[in-house]
């Protein structure tokens, strides 16, 4: 067998998860060693073996070879629902990654992975597996199919799925429609919050959430968490995360996030999912309004968590923060300097297996996650699973993601802030000065940006269980934007050529009250937009950028790629990179949505001095296209300044406004963002 | 076509309700004219009716008939659930009632309802096809199936269906295992009100309760829903519901439920139902802890109720009591009297269209239910539906349901004991003494009942859509006792033969706290064994008579009955009745469950004087072995006394204990529920 065939089987397993080996899977007929087969289907086994080879399908013949201890991993059950801020759960995983990364070759792996198939948790699984493929070098090349497909129940409205299936069983494949999700299914207007759903429940969002832990797993060991200045990064792109919503919210006239920091109050958000688990078959609980956060005792899931122990976490953080050090676990001092802090303070907070001391400093971020999902049934009296914001992959629909992030940004701001304050000099590039920006949409006045509606369609039928083949799609509405381009007028009065990084922010041009910003209120408001070299000869440059060329964001093909379509040739480059760019802001939302009217922003862009950016390393074959939230594959995070550069500390005195705090090399332009609500049928 | 053939067509179409009419149902496939065609479908026409004939199913050509205008009934939408508690559900549910009873003939019927079906949403079809099959004279002999088979989802932890599905799919026919049902899944004992969960959660129960309110329709006109003393059996059915579950409770070590009459306060019961409705494709919602009820405003259903609304419809219906009458729509008084009194009453509290007073008493009983239903969302920002206590499929799994029910019999009781006191004289029966009565098990002591764990199977793939064909059983537990005999001696002192009606009644012997009972605390939680007619020659007569005789249950096998096994023949008697007949306690929960060291409860039997009970009417083909809880179809009530006689009343002047209460035609048994903690296979 090839490898590239083994490699192809691997995929096929992501086919229809919750179905037993022994159905087709991709055109796959997997024939497992006898032993292989679970207890509950041994009294079939004759009758479904007699089956192979009556359709069409691809034999697969698996080798008999030692099986794996699965004994602690089947803790979990088949039918819970799985998630990586559940301890236990984490460690699970860690265990069955390592079994996935020890074995010998890809054709030893796809029978242990064909052995564990039918018995691991469908979700433990496809996620175990997943950061094995990803992490193992025999395996980085393969295509991992994107998580909407495997898992789409985790993405859609409930009502698609009975839906889908009767379009998949009445309608014959050529004359089936599209099932429609409507914009508005978990709320009407009248809720406030809901005014931000399209963006909250986004799939892109969502996707590139889930994409961004698989990249940078909690536990797991070195090989899967080690990574360059992966706290700080977690710190950033969170920080991102809520810039960018409160960027949306205020587009849609509601006032920024308020931090959730009264842990002993109600709450007075509510968010009832409308999803339903298709692996636990269980409803996606709600959280009605005005619930509070409880201690926690889940003796199945081996929780136990107080509000006390919290605020003991984050008194110790911020006292770690006032202190200037942590403690590690050894009782020695680790000073959180200008350089590593914010690293460290990121892995304690968030927290992995790289914080320095989880005793002490606990596991803030997480389990504040898993007491918002538990607060339904805080003693688990009532056997109810998490809500969503107890799952990467759903956390991002519910409002109280943002009130916890802005409470988990402020810590780090509260850091930021102590930190030694960029002088005039520091933040200058000698020779260097902008002297205009503009942006230009097609057909749009300078300085517009123009947002619309967008139907898109994704083939579900790959995660619905016992059905016919044949495809089904599923039609959602989403925020979209026209390409534009910046063309940056940039004078080089130095000696000779000089290299520069071009950063682009934007923020709303005033507070939610129409007043103006004070710098050290904008600054934590803007959002990247994109980062680029630039080279500059002497003299006047004009710089284009298209929008589409952004740091920050993956195409729209890549964020909802189907497998069946745009196959890299095996073995090229752009094969090997494809897990990895699977993580990246979706590039449909990397403009907000602004207003019929047009919102009034500030468009900042700057030139750092590259030999203060540069980073050595060689990057060819590396995906660094969305390398601004998500690093870089396997190297260095490409840009040396402390991440959110130069919007990361307090401004220096007299810089109280964004207009003071300019350098030379520093240009700013008032834009608007129009929005048309208009709906654009699919491409296709 | 003969008219045995249309009922058969008829009843294929409580086949997977939710699938459109060109799809094969019960092996009939249906060829509908080509307007009955939706337009969703009308593109895929051709194909589908090239499909006809490929099966072996008997095709059935339904004649074209002028189509009935479903505009108002079609603004229930297709995937909304349905509530009869909810006014406009009842109107339009009235509406298509009456669309299917001035159907010409059944032939016409079928053409209707074929056309109905793909239009109007599921749940409604159903329950107005149901109402109208049982009260046309033509098609009142048709079997309708059990709702179980339905729509399995209101009766089904939700996860039953994911996994039924795979077995269907996977496992062949002969090899099926049935899906089993773990009796904890919506709570653990952490949470004492699960103590009960295994009586509120029975299936038969449930079935019981859908039976009663499909037999008695609040709405639809007199035809349908003026029934001899319905008011009043409204009132006694659901008392006797309360006591039962009182009775329940105390055997599980809990104190009476608590009426719910604070308003306005946190209701600290939690329900989690774990049921997906299959109609709306959504999850029922649950009810956390300490939610308060609040206005209503969901405009999607045309609901606009305060609580204070409630309040001032409690306190005229408590004023009617304490006047003695009430106002009827045109100004006049009706005197709430001891005969008809409790009939009115009970039309005011449920209310049916029968209330003398909508608009001054409103709808209690209904909107308390509605507005506990949407307790979650109560202004419906958040677009949910109602939770269970909304549908009465499903209100009796949740613990509010009684806490809502001991008030609402708590305004029954405040009337009841307005009357008039039975004297010692019209109590007793000159001439007839009991003297003894004991209770055989078995193999058990005298004066013992005998309770287990017993397992059962149901076949679920009527209701499960879009599979292939074939059954799949589901296997519940539940309680269930060991059949029993009363033995009862009565002497007979009087000249000649005399008749009298044997009323056996239950309670526990003592208060929750082991304290003796006063005899006005005891009479409310007195349960309905029995209620017989005897024949007394003189002298001494010893009367047998077997627990499965109970005039309040119907046979286990009724409950669930299979329609493809024991159908009664074509035109029988026994099939004319089968349908009302559905309507009854189920049999394996006649006894409460005990305790292993045996509870203590006290047995009564009285026999009245068959003169002052006797109804005149001919029972000759009725269905009336449940008419305790059910009455007689078609026909009187059977008994003249007031529902519940003789604890209906506050006792006379010194029988402030049930001793002191008792007359010569009375007497009380100690004896003890022994509750065994096995589980019995099930029986096929």
């Not at 078959?281 to 006390?308: E, H, S």
């Amino acid at each position: 067998m090839s490898n590239t065939a083994v490699l192809n089987d691997l995929v096929a397993l992501y086919d229809r998860p919750t179905e037993p080996m022994f159905r087709v899977k991709a055109k796959k007929s997997f024939k497992v060693p006898k032993e292989y087969v679970t207890d509950r289907f041994k009294n079939v086994a004759v009758e479904i073996s007699n089956r192979f080879g009556e359709d069409d399908s691809e034999t697969v013949t698996i080798d008999s070879v030692p099986l794996p201890d699965l004994a602690d991993i089947l803790t979990l059950g088949r039918e819970e629902n799985f998630s990586l801020f559940i301890p236990k759960h984490r460690n699970l995983s860690a265990k069955l990654i390592n079994i996935f990364l020890q074995a010998e070759n890809p054709k030893h792996l796809l029978s242990i992975a064909c052995y564990a198939h039918d018995r691991v948790n469908p979700y433990l699984f496809i996620y175990a597996l997943s950061v094995a493929l990803i992490h193992r070098k025999d395996t980085k090349s393969l295509k991992i199919p994107n998580q909407i497909q495997t898992f789409p129940d985790k993405y859609f409205d409930s009502q698609v799925f009975s839906q889908g299936k009767e379009e998949m069983t009445v309608v014959p494949q050529g004359l089936r429609r599209p099932i429609e999700i409507p914009r508005d299914y978990t709320a009407s207007d009248l809720e406030e919050e809901h005014r931000v759903a399209y963006w909250r429940e986004d799939l892109g969002i969502n996707l590139h959430h889930w994409h961004w832990h698989l990249v940078y797993p909690t536990d797991g060991g070195e090989i899967v968490t080690k990574k360059d200045r992966r706290g700080e990064l977690f710190y950033y792109s969170h920080q991102q995360i809520v810039a960018r919503y409160n960027f949306e919210r205020f587009c849609n006239a509601l006032k920024r996030v308020e931090r959730l920091t009264d842990w002993q109050g109600p709450i007075k958000e509510a968010y009832f999912p409308k999803l339903d688990s298709l692996v636990a078959k269980r409803a996606y609980p709600a959280r009605v309004q005005d619930m509070t956060m409880q201690d926690l005792d889940i003796p199945g899931q081996n929780i136990k968590v107080d509000v006390d122990d919290m605020i003991r976490w984050r008194d110790r953080i911020y006292r770690a923060i006032a202190d200037g050090f942590i403690t590690a676990t050894n009782g020695s001092k680790m000073n959180l300097d200008d350089v590593t802090g914010i690293d460290i303070l990121g892995n304690i907070m968030e927290s992995s297996e790289l914080s320095p001391n989880r005793q002490l400093y606990g596991n803030l971020h997480g389990f504040g996650h898993l007491m918002l999902s538990y607060i339904h049934d805080p003693r688990s009296h009532h056997l109810e699973p998490f809500g969503v914001i107890g799952d990467f992959t759903t956390a991002m629909r519910d409002p109280i993601f943002y009130r916890w992030h802005a409470f988990v940004d402020d810590v780090f701001q509260q850091f930021n802030g102590s930190l030694p304050r960029y002088t005039a000099e520091q933040l200058d590039y000698a020779g260097v000065q902008i002297t205009d920006v503009n942006i230009k949409t097609p057909n749009a006045p300078d300085n517009e940006f123009r947002t619309f509606w967008q139907q898109s369609d994704v083939d579900m039928s790959r995660g619905v269980d016992f059905q016919d083949p044949g495809s089904v799609f599923v039609r959602f509405t989403h925020l979209n934007h026209e390409p534009f381009s910046y063309n940056i007028t940039v004078n080089n009065t130095g000696n000779g050529v000089q290299e520069g990084t071009c950063r682009i922010f934007l923020a709303p041009a005033t507070d939610e009250r129409g007043n103006p910003w004070l710098f050290n209120n904008q600054r934590v408001m803007f959002v990247e937009m994109d980062r680029f070299k630039v080279t500059l000869r002497q003299g006047q440059n004009t710089i284009t950028r298209n929008s589409t060329q952004s740091s920050v964001t993956i195409p729209f093909e890549r964020t909802f790629r189907d497998l069946d379509t745009n196959r890299p040739a095996e073995g090229s480059e752009e094969l090997d990179i494809f897990n990895f760019c699977g993580c990246g802001w979706p590039h449909h939302l990397l403009v907000p949505k602004g207003t019929p009217d047009g919102f009034k922003a500030q468009l900042f862009v700057m030139i750092s001095n590259y030999a203060d950016d540069k980073v050595e390393q060689d990057l060819s074959g590396s995906c660094n296209d969305a390398e601004s939230y998500c690093g870089v594959r396997g190297g260095k995070y490409p840009d040396k300044r402390p991440m959110g550069y130069p919007f990361n500390r307090v401004a220096r005195q007299g810089a109280d406004t964004l207009q003071r705090f300019l350098t030379g090399n520093m240009i700013v332009q008032n834009c608007r963002i129009v929005h048309s609500d208009r709906t654009v049928r699919p491409r296709s």
